[in-house]
């Protein structure tokens, strides 16, 4: 990374990710999704990188499985402009195929410079590309539901909403998560 992004703050890192050069990743995006959401979200949602829809409005989960994921979201009692959502990745692989290693790895420094400025309460990642790439974990059928700390912040994987809507029958251990930490927010 040509300058340090551990010094700046939430804008001067937009910036930065708009003019992002530093994966193969930039050639074919539309727009770089930032993510959005409050500057002081009690939770933070983590989710792959952006689809089509984001990629062509710069906004993080806008399509069918934002749609679900605001019901999660609601679910839990918050309202989306409360949380924070953010991505792995960015800027959109094509074909919606998962971020590469070094994609990930070139992007994980924005998202962590977000969590420094951001402060969230707890980290709720979606699916297993965040878990994989944040908790170096594998098995979101078996790891959901259970509590981790990324960056000394506790974090729970749950899964990811296009998920369930391919497979309806998980989406009441989803619910259950979200309790879970709904739980845990209010002790
Ligand atoms: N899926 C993701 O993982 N992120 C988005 O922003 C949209 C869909």
Request: glycine letters at 8%.
């Amino acid at each position: 990374m040509s300058r340090n992004i551990d010094q700046m703050n939430l804008d001067e890192l937009r910036e930065r990710v708009r003019e992002c050069r530093e994966c193969e990743l930039c050639r074919t995006r539309s727009n770089t999704v930032f993510g959005e959401g409050s500057r002081c979200p009690p939770v933070m949602f983590i989710g792959e990188g952006p689809g089509h829809y984001e990629d062509q409005s710069g906004r993080p989960f806008v399509g069918r499985a934002g749609k679900l994921l605001d019901q999660m979201i609601e679910e839990m009692g918050l309202a989306r402009e409360e949380v924070f959502i953010g991505n792995i990745v960015k800027c959109r692989p094509p074909d919606n195929r998962n971020p590469s290693d070094e994609e990930a790895q070139n992007c994980l420094p924005y998202l962590r410079r977000q969590i420094v400025l951001l402060k969230p309460r707890f980290l709720i990642l979606l699916g297993a590309v965040p878990l994989q790439f944040m908790l170096g974990l594998k098995g979101i059928t078996k790891l959901h539901g259970n509590f981790y700390e990324y960056m000394e912040i506790p974090t729970m994987a749950t899964y990811h909403p296009s998920y369930l809507l391919r497979v309806n029958s998980r989406k009441r251990e989803a619910w259950e998560d979200l309790q879970k930490i709904m739980r845990w927010m209010r002790q």
